[in-house]
Every structure is written in C-alpha cells, then in structure tokens.
C-alpha cells in the first residue's frame, strides 16, 4: 500500500502535467478550424449526454494531418530542423567537449569556480542573452566593429539573420548541456587508466583516443540528446537572429499558433514535432540506463 | 647435487639490468629521493619495502618514465632512460589500482598492449590465450572487468602487464586490496610465475611479510633513501640499523654502552644489573653507545635462572599475546624496560606454564642478539 502511494505521486504528477495537456492538444490537431473563442470546433458538450459524446467524437478527423502532407512549407520545415539540430549538436560538441576535458584537468580547487562559470550564463534571462547576441553579430555590431578595426575585413560580414548566428545562438545556449554530463564522466575516470595505456605502448593521443574518448562515450551521448531535443523545436533563437529563410519548425508552430489563429493545424504540428522526438527520447534514456548499470 | 644460489649481486661480473646512479628527485621543496644508487639484477624479484611517503613508489615511477629524475641517471639494460617516455620503455606496470580498462572485456584489456604492437591477429590471439592459462583465467575472458572478483581482477591486471614480456614488471602494492588468505595464495602464485617467466619483477610494498616471502632482495627505504639492501633472511638475521631491524619483524631494542671483553662485548644497559654479553663482528670502542636488538623468539622464558646461557634477566610478566600458535609474554624489567619474548605453544592452552603476574626469567645467548650502532 506504501509502495502504491509512493508510485502514484509521480504518476499523478506526471498525468496532469504531462498526459492530459497533451492529450487536450491531441484533440485540438483532430478539430476544425472556427471563428470562435477558444477558436476551434467541435466543444465538448456534456449537458446533451450520451448523443453530445457520440457527435463529438463524429467530428473528429485527421484532416490537419493530411493538410500537413500537402503543403510543401511542414515537411521541409520538419527536416531544415532536423538538419539545424544536428549541425548544432555536433558543432556544441566540438566546442563542448575541449572546455569539459579542460575542466576535468583543472587542479581540484578550480573546478568548482569553473562548473560555476558554465552556469552562471543561466543567472540571466534567455532572451536578454538571445538580444545581445543580435548586438554582437548585427551589420554595425561589436563583432564586425572589432573586425573592421583589426583590418581582416574591409566590408562588415552579414551574419545576423543568417542560418550562422541561428547555429552561434544554438552553440551559445545549449553549450552548457554538452559540458555538465561531458564533465561528470570525465571527471570520475581514474588518472590511472591513461597511464596504464601509456605504459602498455599507446602515445598520449591513441591513449585519448582508446581511453578518454570510450570512457566519456555516455557524457558524450547525453549532452548530445540534451543539446538535440530542445533545439529541434526551437523557435526563440530562429526567429530573433535567423533570417527569413531559416524554416525551423518550432517557428512554423509558433506563427500557426498566434498569427493565423490556426490551433488545430498548430497542435498537429506539435504531436508531429512529439513524435518525431520520441525516438532520440527513448535512445537518451536507453543510454542512462546502460550507464547505470555499468556504475553497479 | 649441489643447487647454485641465485646470488648475482655476489658476481662482480654481472651485469645489473637496472643501475641507479646518484638518483635525485624533488618535488618542489620536497626531496622525494635523495642520492641514491642501487643496481637490480636480471632475474630479481627485488622489493622495496617502507612506510607510506618514503619514496618507493616515486622510485617505481621513475623506473616506468612516468616521473624524470632531477638529478642523476637510470639505465635499463645499460641504455640511459632520460626522455624515453612510457611507451618506449621495454618495463610494464601492474597498477595499484590495477587500473584495468572498464569498457574492454578482459580479453581485450590483456590484449591492449599487443596490438599496440601491431603484432598479426593470430599471435595476438595465441599469446593472449597463454596468458589467461597462465592466470587461470579462461573461463572469465569475455566478462567485463566489473563483472569478476577482486582476486581475478589482480589476476588480470598482472595477465595484462606480463602479455608484452617486458624485460622488467613493476608491482606497485599488487596484492593491497586483497584479503589475508587469498594475498598468501597470490603471493605464491607471483613466485611461481616469475620462476616461469624469468622476468625481472620490481615489488613496492608496505607489508613487510609479503616482501620477505617473495623477494631475493629487499630494500629498506627511508625518507628518499635506501637503509639496506640484503635478502630476506639477512635482514631479518642481521639488521644493520635500528631503523631496519624495527621495521622488519617484531624485535627488543635495548640501549646500553660497549665494553670490549675478548672477543665479545660487555654491555651496561642499567644500573645496578648485570650487563649483557653479545659477540658481534662490528667494532665498538670502550665506553661506546650501542643498541641491543633481539628478536622476541630467540629469547627463552623459564621459572628458574638457566645456568647455561649467556644472558639471563628477571622480570615480570605484565601481558600474554596469545597468537594461537604462539604467545607472546611482555615482560617488564627491573629498570621499567620492557621485552618480549616468544614460545611456541607445543602445549595445551590449559597446561600453560606461566600466567600474569608470574615473576620469570629471560635468557638468550651470545650470538642471539645484533648489537647497532644507531
């Protein structure tokens, strides 16, 4: 009876947080469009009873998919998306990665300091971060000054409103996801391991290579999904410092959303966008678990 | 037939694998190794033996190039090991903590330094296979490190450090972790496999039983330096300090002045008592400081004054050690001095001759004590 109490307060948790709001936009992606207020049909109408149920559910149709398929812009959107979040991922890892080694290198009374600079970025606002970033790429900004005044470029580089600064803005934000779980696998290898590997005949890089990189392989992997998930659907960044020409789909969603009042195609945006991370969802916590068992 | 002692630091013509040459190395302020020359020879099981931070371990390293000497010269075979780093050095290592590899099976963990190598396939395969043999290690080949016991973890990590036949193996503490029993079962198995192999194994220890059981020599280190280098009985036997002859065993230190007296010497260590008679080939002047070491079972306990030994001093037994096998009494002299002193227990617990309280005699002979200069 306990162990029942204890497994419902998650559980409970998680069906009002979690499985009905989504089951909420489920139903909204199978209505139809209506000027009204909230701006969809049909609504739920228990007052007429068991008829009210049964003519509901009549009206429900997968319609907003199949407009979907139709239109070129969603599924081009779905893989530019795709395409940015990769990119992205990979770009943060090749920055994360040096800066995790670094930290796990760092004599023992430094760390601390420099675990506290990774997060101090999150003391401010997302979005003030996202605007001085606007600052620093713009045609007259910070960044194209510096240069300019180095006498490396004659003409100031365009690189706001380009698919570059949306993957500067994503590096920028997400880096500390790759360097926490990087850092934490990192950190817990024994020093002895590499010597071990020098002294069995590997150089300082194949130790690296053989060593470090399989042993930080589930760091690795987590910082990667959690840099992945969010920056498939983002919107923030895409529509502050990327052009007209980025399509990412968390932007779609969000013009769906509040520029053509569109709910019902919106929420079938977003079961898509759900469907879609489900796989990387699923592969993230297969990889903690297997973690998990290897500590044992 | 008569059995050639494996005695090559006796050979004025052999030629050391392993020479020390005025070896210094600083940590900062802190000396770690203070001018130290030592050769090792082919075919040693040689231990060093001391506390923790005496520099055993700074000298192992230094051995494998993972610490560089500040001043002087290591040579391996003759060749000077200055900037020859880890991986070019013909000498492997068996870790503390044994540090084998968590996402290689132990196949591949034995197989790691080989293909390094880059050996062909097949010799890779036959000598890994030879070495879990070796370490009776067959049935755990594809596990992974954390899915074996301790003891087989050691196993590995030595099977690991021997697969590329170095011509020198370091054991840094190799049996630390494991429990009394099975460490004695190991020790005889790292004999045994040293006898097979013919490599020449260098053992860092803290244990001063283990490095007695398995090594032809021992070093006694302290504070960046060695104190003696002899084999295992010769220090047990004949200490050439305080320092070693405390370390190694259980021993009664007293502390006295020599008088010459023929050809041994008399040695006062309390007023108003007889003094002692010990031979020893060291020389003492007259009126010299000098320190008496005897080991608790070369002195005898009896209720009566033995009329043939050399030495005889009465005391009172304070405390009994019973060690199963043995028992150790603590006997207290006249001057306040304290002794220990062994028997063997060939009898019932319940037929025990003396017991607390009990006013005994110690005796031992002339020879049966080392008389110290410091």
Redesign the interface.
């Known amino acids: 009876m306990r162990r029942f109490i204890l497994i419902a307060v998650p559980f409970i948790w998680l069906m009002a947080l979690f499985l009905v709001p989504f089951a909420i936009v489920l139903k909204i992606s199978l209505s139809d469009i209506a000027l009204s207020i909230p701006p969809y049909t049909p609504q739920l109408d228990l007052t007429e009873g068991w008829a009210g149920i049964k003519a509901f559910f009549a009206e429900l149709d997968f319609e907003n998919y199949v407009f979907l398929t139709q239109d070129q812009l969603y599924w081009k959107a779905y893989v530019s998306s795709l395409q940015i979040a990769l990119i992205s991922t990979i770009l943060t890892l090749l920055v994360g990665y040096p800066i995790a080694y670094g930290m796990a290198q760092a004599p023992d009374e430094w760390r601390a300091t420099l675990l506290l600079l990774v997060i101090l970025p999150f003391w401010t606002s997302f979005l003030i971060r996202v605007y001085s970033w606007m600052g620093i790429l713009s045609n007259e900004g910070f960044l194209n000054q510096f240069l300019l005044w180095t006498g490396l470029i004659s003409t100031p580089l365009v690189i706001l409103n380009t698919n570059t600064a949306v993957y500067i803005g994503i590096v920028y934000t997400y880096l500390p996801f790759m360097i926490l779980p990087i850092y934490a696998a990192l950190e817990k290898m ?1 020093g ?2 590499l ?9 300082r890089l ?1 130790a690296f290579w ?2 470090t990189i ?2 930080s ?1 589930s760091g690795i992997i987590a910082g990667c999904f959690l840099v992945f998930i969010p920056a498939l659907g983002e919107f923030v960044i895409p529509s502050l410092l990327g052009g007209s020409d980025t399509l990412m789909i968390g932007k779609v969603l969000w013009e769906e959303f509040f520029s053509n009042r569109d709910w019902p195609v919106a929420s079938a945006v977003a079961v898509i966008l759900l469907l879609i991370l489900i796989i990387p969802i699923v592969l993230f916590q297969r990889n903690e678990q297997k973690q998990r068992e ?1 500590d ?1 | 037939m008569a059995q050639t002692v494996f005695a090559p630091w006796d050979d004025p013509q052999a030629k050391p694998l392993i020479q020390f040459k005025n070896v210094t190395k600083r940590f900062g302020d802190f000396t770690a190794i203070e001018n130290l020359t030592q050769d090792i020879y082919e075919r040693e099981f040689f231990a060093l033996l001391g506390p923790s931070g005496c520099g055993k371990t700074t000298l192992m390293r230094m051995l ?3 610490e560089n000497t500040s001043e002087g010269q290591i040579l391996i075979a003759g060749q000077d090991m200055a900037n020859v ?3 070019k050095r013909a ?3 068996m ?3 044994y ?5 290689l099976s132990i196949w591949e963990n034995i197989a ?2 080989l293909k ?2 880059g050996k062909p396939k097949d010799q890779i395969a036959a000598r890994v296979d030879e070495m879990l043999r070796l370490t009776r290690l067959e049935k755990f080949a594809m596990r992974k490190p ?1 899915q074996i016991s301790g003891g087989q973890r050691q196993r590995v990590a030595l099977a ?2 021997l697969a ?1 036949a170095p011509k020198l193996l370091l054991l840094d503490e190799p049996l630390g972790a494991l429990d009394k029993k099975l460490r004695q079962d190991t020790q005889f198995e790292l004999m045994d496999i040293q006898e097979k192999t013919g490599t020449t194994f260098v053992i860092v220890t803290h244990d001063q039983e283990e490095a007695m059981t398995v090594s032809s020599r021992v070093a006694v280190m302290d504070e960046g330096q060695i104190i003696q280098v002899a084999t295992p009985a010769q220090i047990y036997e004949a200490p050439n300090s305080v320092y070693v002859a405390d370390f190694i065993g259980d021993v009664n230190i007293i502390d006295g002045v020599a008088t010459p007296e023929g050809d041994a010497y008399h040695i006062a260590w309390a007023e108003g008592q007889a003094p002692f008679t010990a031979k020893t080939a060291t020389r003492f002047s007259e009126g010299q400081r000098c320190y008496l070491a005897i080991r608790p079972e070369k002195v005898g306990i009896s209720a009566d004054r033995p009329a043939d030994m050399a030495n005889a001093v009465q005391g009172q037994i304070i405390d009994i050690a019973y060690l199963g096998n043995i028992s150790t009494y603590h006997v207290k002299l006249a001057n306040g001095q304290m002794m220990k002193a062994q028997t063997a227990n060939t009898r019932r617990l319940s037929r025990r001759s003396f017991t607390w309280e009990d006013r005994v005699w110690l005796s031992w002979t002339d020879t049966a004590a080392v008389v110290l200069e410091n």
Request: proline share 9%; net charge negative; with cysteine.
């Open positions: 024994d002895s391991l010597e071990a590997a020098e002294d069995l005949g590997c150089s194949t053989l060593v399989p042993l392989k290897m044992q | 494998a190039g993972f780093p880890p991986n000498v492997n290592m870790f503390q903590s540090a084998l590899f968590p996402h790691f330094g390094r190598e954390h690991r450090s590329k």
